[in-house]
């Protein structure tokens, strides 16, 4: 059965600091794989997603994730964050005409 | 492009009654739909998945007979939830998933709160 571990349940960081939250998952195959945001009160927005090709992979609001087999880890990184990308972030992992497994979140906050 | 619907946004129903939730594609057919529960400050759980003139697959310990599901057309998926109880209360969103892309898009999500 696939499973997707998110260790950091909150995150802390500084307005302008770098910023890595932890994906780890479990599949039986070549996996696809997802970050999404959610603020308060919204709905589910795709930050970045894998299918395959180039691990390094560009998503919006200038966050990237890496894939790595090796680690079954799909990490989300940001250079610099700013107050507004305070909010939960789901990592997930299936996708096509499956539906997703979610992990169970990270909770960041940004310190001014 | 690529927007997904969802009503209402929040209702409040008594115990016993049934609610309706309705899930729309506004600018793309979705052969399939996905509906999912989160429970507050947790995650999403994947509740059933729903395709287009076809019964709905629905995940291990979700009950088939209490939270039917519709998909009546290319653009429109619900989800009733009946006899519903206190802890029926949650927060439902649904997902259509493209065919150009493959990806899945996500509605707002419905909160459901039951008295």
């Known amino acids: 059965a696939q499973s997707v571990t998110q260790p950091d349940i909150h995150i802390t960081v500084s307005e302008g600091a770098s910023l890595e939250l932890r994906c780890n998952y479990s599949y039986g195959a070549t996996p696809y794989l997802f970050w999404y945001v959610q603020s308060p009160g919204q709905g589910l927005q795709l930050l970045l997603k894998y299918f395959s090709g180039d691990t390094l992979v560009q998503g919006i609001k200038g966050f990237e994730a890496e894939f790595k087999r090796s680690q079954s880890s799909f990490n989300l990184r940001k250079p610099s964050v700013h107050w507004s990308d305070a909010a939960e972030y789901f990592c997930a992992v299936g996708g096509g005409a499956d539906g997703l497994t979610f992990g169970k979140g990270t909770h960041l906050i940004i310190q001014p | 492009g690529a927007v997904v619907s969802q009503h209402p946004s929040w209702v409040i129903c008594k115990s016993g009654t049934s609610v309706k939730i309705e899930c729309r594609s506004l600018?793309?057919?979705?052969?399939?739909m996905f509906w999912y529960r989160q429970f507050p400050k947790q995650s999403l759980m994947l509740m059933a998945t729903?395709?287009?003139?076809?019964?709905?697959?629905?995940e291990q310990g979700v009950e088939k007979d209490k939270f039917l599901i519709n998909h009546a057309s290319l653009t429109l998926s619900t989800l009733t939830v009946t006899s519903a109880h206190p802890e029926d209360s949650s927060f439902y969103i649904c997902s259509a998933l493209t065919g150009k892309t493959g990806e899945q898009y996500f509605g707002p999500g419905t909160r459901l709160t039951v008295t």
């Open positions: 600018d793309f057919q979705a052969t399939t």
């Open positions: 729903s395709n287009e003139g076809s019964k709905a697959t629905y």
